[in-house]
């Protein structure tokens, strides 16, 4: 009992400073990829999370694993293009590997669009290997259980387009994929956006509006 009590004790430490990491700008210096940079040290144009052009929307998920213990949540949040949310997801998935929580992202923030009606998506992840399994995905070929469900989804009567993203630029989405951790949820949809999350929302709007996208 004792272990498994410092197992979760051990989760919960390591998620909050993830998270706390992923704010980036708002309550700590500047960091990319576990390195801290002055604000002359990264052209932030080329990391922030940018508006998708007019008429589309952009879906940025992820995916996250306690590395103790390995529970494993995904998850995510859709924007217009003005930076406005439409809707948030989170999901715990048990035990898995990073890229599965990953591929689960993706999966279910298709599903979320497309019962949104959704029709022109930019889909944003900071895993290059999980963008190329489903670009290099064959059918028949033996892959990551989840692969060919994605593709699937893909290849409906929609545009997807599905591109990497630096990990500052995924920040929103980092948080949402841990946010179950913090709240007991199993899985669960946000119309509007936690109020922790909202001053991170305002910046990259106002960012992403100010330098033209």
């Known amino acids: 009992m004792d272990d498994a009590r410092e197992s979760l004790l051990d989760a ?3 998620l909050q400073r993830e ?3 992923a704010l980036g700008p708002l309550q700590r210096p500047f960091f990319l990829s576990g390195t801290t940079h002055g604000r002359s040290g990264v052209d932030r144009s080329l990391v922030r999370w940018r508006r998708p052009p007019v008429g589309w929307t952009k879906l940025n998920c992820d995916g996250a694993v306690v590395p103790s213990s390995g529970f494993s949540s995904c998850g995510g949040v859709i924007r217009n293009e003005f930076g406005g949310w439409l ?3 989170s999901r715990k998935l048990g035990i898995c590997s990073v890229i599965e929580a990953e591929l689960w ?3 279910e923030g298709l599903l979320v669009a497309w ?3 959704l029709n022109r998506i930019i889909v944003e992840v900071d895993s290059a290997d999980v963008i ?3 670009h290099q995905y064959k059918v028949g070929e033996a892959s990551l259980a989840l692969v060919p469900h994605i593709v699937s989804l893909i290849r409906r009567s929609w545009t997807i387009e599905l591109s990497h993203v630096s990990r500052e630029g ?3 989405a980092d948080c949402m994929a841990k946010f179950p951790y913090w709240n007991d949820l199993l899985r669960h949809r946000f119309l509007s956006p936690p109020d922790s999350m909202v001053p991170m929302i305002e910046t990259e709007s106002q960012d992403s509006l ?3 996208g």
Request: proline share 0%.
């Open 210 to 212: 100010l330098e033209g």
């Open 19 to 21: 998270c706390l990491a």
């Open 115 to 117: 019962s949104l009606g």
């Open 105 to 107: 992202g993706i999966y």
């Open 87 to 89: 809707i948030g997801f």
């Open 12 to 14: 919960s430490i390591w």
């Open 170 to 172: 995924n920040r929103l």
């Open 132 to 134: 190329n399994l489903i």
